[in-house]
C-alpha cells in the first residue's frame, strides 16, 4: 500500500519561497499510471488544488498559482516536491501531496491516497 | 473554471438515521465527480469516485449518485466514526481541479 510523507519547513518569511517535499513508500513516482499532485488547505477551509507532475514530465498548474509553482519529481530518491515563490499570509495552509491516478487521455482523477498533511506559516 | 456547491453547509443527524449530502456543479462535470470524507487533524479519505463507485474498503452504507450537475451522497444509517467533513470534487474540466466547500456533518 502505497505511502506518502510530506516534509519542510513549517515557517517561511513573506516573499520567501515555500518548499516542501513528498517521499513515497510502497509505490513509485516513476509509475506512469500516475500523477503525482499537491493540495493545500487554510486553517478552517476548504481544499485547493494547487498543481501535479507525471513521470513524462509533464505538469499542469492552477492558474491561480501558476505563475509561482514548480513542481518537481526526483526518481532517485522516490521523491516529488514543491516550490511555492513570494509567499504571503494567504498562503498559510495545510498543504497535501497525494496520487492521482491518470485516466485515458491523460485526464486527470480523484486523490486516491493522500499524505498526512504538513502545516506551513507564512510569517516574519 | 468550474465551481462546485455544496449544500448544507452543516448537517446535523443522529446516530442512525440517513444523512443526504448534496454537490451542484457550475456546469455539467459528466460523472467525472469524488467525494471525500475528512475528520479534524486528517488528511481527507476518498470514499466515491465516478460519481457512485465506492473506493477500496469504503463501507457500503457510503452511496454516492448523479451526474452532469447535481451529484447526491448518502450515508444510509450513520456511525459514530461518520461525523466529519465531506468535500466533492470534479474532474471534468482542468485546470483547475475545484473542490466544493465541504458540508460537516454533526452529531444531533
Known amino acids: 500500500q502505497v505511502q506518502l510523507q510530506e516534509s519542510g519547513p513549517g515557517l517561511v518569511k513573506p516573499s520567501e519561497t515555500l518548499s516542501l517535499t513528498c517521499t513515497v513508500s510502497?509505490?513509485?513516482?516513476?509509475?506512469?499510471?500516475?500523477?503525482w499532485s499537491w493540495i493545500r488547505q487554510p486553517p478552517g477551509k476548504g481544499l485547493e488544488w494547487i498543481g501535479y507532475?507525471?513521470?513524462?514530465?509533464?505538469?499542469n498548474y492552477n492558474p491561480s498559482l501558476r505563475s509561482r509553482v514548480t513542481i518537481s519529481l526526483d526518481t532517485s530518491k522516490n521523491q516529488f516536491s514543491l516550490k511555492l515563490s513570494s509567499v504571503t499570509d494567504a498562503d498559510t495552509a495545510v498543504y497535501y501531496c497525494?496520487?492521482?491516478?491518470?485516466?485515458?487521455?491523460?485526464?486527470?482523477?480523484?486523490?486516491?491516497?493522500w499524505g498526512q498533511g504538513t502545516l506551513v506559516t507564512v510569517s516574519s | 473554471e468550474i465551481v462546485m456547491t455544496q449544500s448544507p453547509a452543516t448537517l446535523s443527524v443522529s446516530p442512525g438515521e440517513r444523512a443526504t449530502l448534496s454537490c451542484r456543479a457550475s456546469?455539467?462535470?459528466?460523472?467525472?465527480l469524488a467525494w471525500y470524507q475528512q475528520k479534524p487533524g486528517q488528511a481527507p479519505r476518498l470514499l466515491i469516485y465516478?460519481?457512485?463507485t465506492r473506493a477500496t474498503g469504503i463501507p457500503a452504507r457510503f452511496s454516492g449518485s448523479g451526474s452532469g450537475t447535481e451529484f447526491t451522497l448518502t450515508v444510509s444509517s450513520l456511525q459514530s466514526e461518520d461525523f466529519a467533513v465531506y468535500y466533492c470534487?470534479?474532474?471534468?474540466?482542468?485546470?483547475?481541479?475545484?473542490f466544493g466547500g465541504g458540508t460537516k456533518v454533526e452529531i444531533k
Open positions: 497525494a496520487r492521482e491516478p491518470l485516466g485515458s487521455g491523460w485526464q486527470p482523477n480523484w486523490f486516491d491516497s
Open positions: 510502497g509505490g513509485s513516482v516513476s509509475s506512469g499510471s500516475y500523477y
Open positions: 507532475m507525471h513521470y513524462s514530465g509533464t505538469t
Open positions: 456546469q455539467s462535470v459528466s460523472s467525472n
Open positions: 465516478g460519481a457512485s
Open positions: 470534487q470534479q474532474y471534468n474540466n482542468w485546470p483547475p481541479l475545484t
